[in-house]
């Protein structure tokens, strides 16, 4: 059982927008950052959001990341197809003193 | 380029040993953390512990504490994951990958890039 919980599935159809929560505790989100990462089946884990609501360069505005108090979550507008995979939030856990991930997202578009 | 490139998928028999490789390039090695994240078969991402490169500095998860051992070689840009005696529980995909930011520590910090990954598959 992930430190951290996500919905395993969401759903929407192209064009539209879909929220991923992320609900964690006082020692992981409630004093940390959120950080999210998606993966395409086969392939490697790549980042999407750091520090909260951060994108690195090359991932579009349509991703944005929210955080408050002890949950975050993570947005997409103008879904796409390539917008498939699987969503993960993370943050630092201070009574675990480590990363803690949630289960994952699979996200799909309809 | 950054980018990280770990060595290739192995079988291994449980109560083997095992060492696989992650080699960075692209970027200044001794800068920046390196860590292993673990993705048993059909599940999600557990963080196993991070290692700097500079003085070999390692953080383990209490969950990995023990279990595995990690280092790194400087001279040759590599960071390794290692195990004395394999497990058949053992079996997962696990990649390597660099915090982001060489300035921050480790709690504040965040995975990017990620290496390919390296499929280890335990098996009698």
């Known amino acids: 059982q992930s430190v951290l919980t996500q919905p395993p599935s969401a759903s929407e159809t192209p064009g539209q927008r879909v929220t991923i929560s992320c609900s964690g505790s006082s020692s992981s989100i409630g004093s940390n950052y959120v950080y999210w990462y998606h993966q395409v089946p086969g392939t490697a884990p790549k980042l999407l959001i750091y520090?909260?609501?951060q994108r690195p360069s090359g991932v579009p505005d349509r991703f944005s990341g929210s955080k408050s108090g002890t949950s975050a979550s993570l947005a997409i507008s103008g879904l796409r197809s390539e917008d498939e995979a699987v969503y993960y939030c993370?943050?630092?856990?201070?009574?675990?003193?480590?990363?803690?991930f949630g289960g994952g997202t699979k996200l799909t578009v309809l | 380029e950054v980018q990280l490139v770990q060595s290739g998928a192995e079988v291994k028999k449980p109560g083997e040993s095992l060492k696989i490789s992650c080699m960075g390039s692209?970027?200044?090695?001794?800068?920046?953390?390196i860590g292993w994240v673990r993705q048993m078969p059909g599940k999600g991402l557990e963080w196993m512990g991070v290692?700097?490169?500079?003085?070999?500095?390692?953080r383990y998860s209490p969950s990995f504490q023990g279990q595995v051992t990690i280092s790194v070689d400087k001279s040759i840009r590599t960071a390794y994951l290692q195990w004395s005696s394999l497990k058949a529980s053992d079996t997962a995909i696990y990649y390597c990958?660099?915090?982001?930011?060489?300035?921050?520590?480790?709690?504040?910090?965040?995975?990017?890039?990620w290496g390919q990954g390296t499929l280890v598959t335990v098996s009698s």
């Open positions: 990958a660099r915090l982001g930011s060489s300035s921050l520590a480790v709690q504040y910090n965040w995975f990017d890039p």
């Open positions: 520090r909260n609501n």
């Open positions: 993370a943050a630092w856990d201070d009574s675990l003193n480590g990363v803690v």
């Open positions: 290692i700097h490169p500079v003085d070999s500095d390692t």
């Open positions: 692209g970027y200044t090695f001794t800068n920046y953390w």
